[in-house]
């Protein structure tokens, strides 16, 4: 009776860096996917409702940061759990490999570089994607599942952080 009080718009944010391509490729992505039918291929479709939040050259915070981590696929993840090294990006000007969120946020306030571009986030379903656009259309097509009835609420990917 109640279940559509549960049932809420998804949040989602991307940290973007307005010069890197991959980011700025997603960024594009989720915002046609607001304003445009979705998928592309089917005029007929309307868009995907969520809220998105950009973040620009703002890296996550460390509590921020272990969410995410928690909401990385397992394919990411080594014995222990996914390392904060997943968030570093091999540029160039990256010369410590930091092991905890903290040293990852420390690391990516003197050098935006450091970090792999972008980083969205469905703080709902409780899914990441980091530095990679496919998995930001990964994140886009369960959002599509869900609207179109192909998944429901509860057969989706279960939120692993704080609201579990």
Do not use: C
Not at 32 to 41: D, F, G, K, R, V
Not at 70 to 86: H, I, R
Not at 121 to 139: C, F, L, N, P, Y
Not at 156 to 164: A, L, N, R, T
Request: aromatic share 6%; proline share 10%; hydrophobic share 35%.
């Amino acid at each position: 009776m109640f279940s559509s009080f549960l049932r809420s718009i998804p949040q989602i944010s991307i940290f973007h860096n307005t010069t890197s391509p991959p980011s700025i490729t997603a960024l594009q992505l989720l915002r046609a996917a607001l304003s445009s039918p979705y998928p592309a291929h089917q005029p007929n479709a309307p868009p995907l409702r969520f809220n998105l939040e950009v973040l620009e050259n703002k890296p996550p915070t460390s509590d921020q940061l272990r969410t995410i981590l928690s909401y990385l696929p397992a394919a990411t993840s080594a014995p222990g759990g996914v390392s904060p090294d997943v968030l570093v990006s091999s540029h160039p000007t990256v010369e410590t490999r930091p092991t905890s969120t903290e040293g990852v946020v420390k690391l990516a306030s003197t050098n935006l570089h450091a970090l792999k571009w972008p980083i969205v986030v469905d703080w709902d379903a409780g899914r990441a994607a980091v530095g990679d656009v496919e998995g930001v259309k990964s994140i886009l097509e369960e959002l599509r599942k869900k609207r179109d009835g192909e998944m429901k609420e509860d057969e989706g990917h279960k939120p692993k952080g704080w609201f579990s």
